[in-house]
């Protein structure tokens, strides 16, 4: 009987621990913000909070300085959520000014999420990083070494998976990851060569929602020399679904319309 109790309760355990659905306290909402050791905790009271803020909550805002020193964290994955939850209230000034930060962070992840929060705001200097998005991203050594694949082309990853490893000397040894989400397009090296630190080794092609999320915001800020890569989408892009075809035309169009408008409003200003 205990047998299957801790059978049934372990799994049950794990669930709840980390399963972001399950409402928090006041309380355990601040602790898990001030939590150091279990990045999961900090990130399941930012979800929440980010749920309040969508709903108009305006107890939310009691935690807003510490949703703001987030941003500063040092794990890249709490730095992208708080990217994201910093966009679910477009009015927060301070939320703005973190943006701003955020959108030159050293990781990708980290840069697209700001970059798609500050469209919330009406702000598009984060243009060019949501351009990006709809291209391969280079990933690059993070050491020197002997260059050890794991993975072949045509791979999906995630942030975090292992792609190979760096091989430096007989013990050490250093971890290759993915910093987004994708497919391994293909290797720029073979698998025993040398590379050097920050030499790309591997192309990753953009994943759908990624691809998704950059085309809507390009219907709203998107200029027309981001044409080129909204129509490689618009004439249909291999292992892309149809509703990516779709918002790729209709963001073209939305680009065309705007930049029309301009021209005309350009035109007429020179005639009064």
């Known amino acids: 009987m205990i ?5 049934v309760l372990v799994p049950f355990l794990f669930w709840r621990g980390t399963w972001f659905g399950r409402t928090l306290t006041e309380q355990e909402t601040g602790e898990y913000l001030a939590e150091s050791k279990h990045p999961r905790r900090t990130q399941h009271a930012l979800v929440q909070l980010a749920e309040r803020m969508e709903r108009g909550d305006p107890s939310a805002r009691r935690w807003y300085p510490q949703v703001r020193a987030l941003a500063g964290h040092e794990l890249p994955e709490i730095r992208s959520t708080v990217a994201w939850v910093m966009g679910q209230d477009n009015q927060s000034e301070e939320f703005h000014a973190a943006l701003l930060v955020l959108v030159d962070d050293p990781n990708p992840l980290v840069r697209r999420n700001a970059a798609l929060s500050l469209v919330r705001f009406g702000d598009s200097r984060g243009r060019r990083e949501i351009v990006a998005m709809l291209r391969p991203h280079a990933i690059t050594a993070p050491q020197p070494g002997v260059l050890a694949v794991r993975l072949k082309p045509g791979d999906p990853v995630n942030p975090g998976t292992l792609l190979g490893h760096i091989r430096a000397g007989e013990e050490e040894e250093g ?42 915001a390009l219907y709203l800020i998107g200029e027309p020399e981001d044409l080129p890569e909204v129509e490689r989408y618009a004439r249909g892009a291999a292992g892309m679904p149809a509703r990516i075809q ?19 409003a350009s035109g007429a200003k020179k005639t009064s």
């Open 246 to 264: 779709q918002q790729a035309a209709l963001t073209a169009e939305a680009i065309r319309r705007r930049a029309q408008k301009d021209l005309e």
């Open 175 to 216: 971890e290759l990851r993915s910093p987004l989400p994708g497919t391994l397009e293909r290797w720029l090296v073979r698998d025993g060569a040398a590379v050097s630190r920050d030499e790309p080794v591997a192309m990753l092609a953009p994943e759908e929602t990624q691809v998704w999320e950059a085309l809507r």
């Open 3 to 7: 047998f299957v109790l801790l059978f």
